[in-house]
């Protein structure tokens, strides 16, 4: 499985964002999809993750109400939608996938990984 994230780039505080996430190679229908971002000089963290049925979703406490993950399983596309952003938010963000979620916050758990998108977000 290949992961292409995309989406990133320069956006003011307080605008939206959308991010995506496609896979190749192989179906990610029953994987588990997840979110995390590396702030420059910070360990890389979970963002959101969704289930491969869609019914489950969990968000970091920083981006929930803000941020929103979904799927088109039909696409083998992930998507995260982030609204009213902060300076904060700025990071490289990976999409990875796993068939095991769970423990869906923990990088090790994860079988496949995207290569990242940069989101600056400016003051």
């Known amino acids: 499985v290949q992961l292409q994230a995309s989406g990133g780039g320069l956006v003011q505080a307080g605008a939206s964002r959308r991010l995506s996430c496609a896979a190749s190679?192989?179906?990610?229908?029953?994987?588990?999809i997840s979110w995390f971002r590396q702030a420059p000089g910070k360990e890389r963290d979970f963002v959101a993750f969704i289930s491969w049925s869609r019914s489950y979703t969990s968000y970091a406490d920083s981006v929930k109400g803000r941020f929103t993950i979904s799927r088109d399983n039909a696409k083998n596309t992930v998507y995260l939608q982030m609204d009213s952003l902060k300076p904060e938010d700025t990071a490289v963000y990976y999409c990875?996938?796993?068939?095991?979620?769970?423990?869906?916050?923990?990088?090790?758990?994860?079988?496949?990984w995207g290569q990242g998108t940069l989101v600056t977000v400016s003051s």
């Open positions: 990875a996938a796993t068939v095991n979620p769970t423990y869906y916050s923990r990088e090790r758990d994860y079988d496949y």
């Open positions: 190679g192989r179906t990610v229908s029953n994987y588990g």
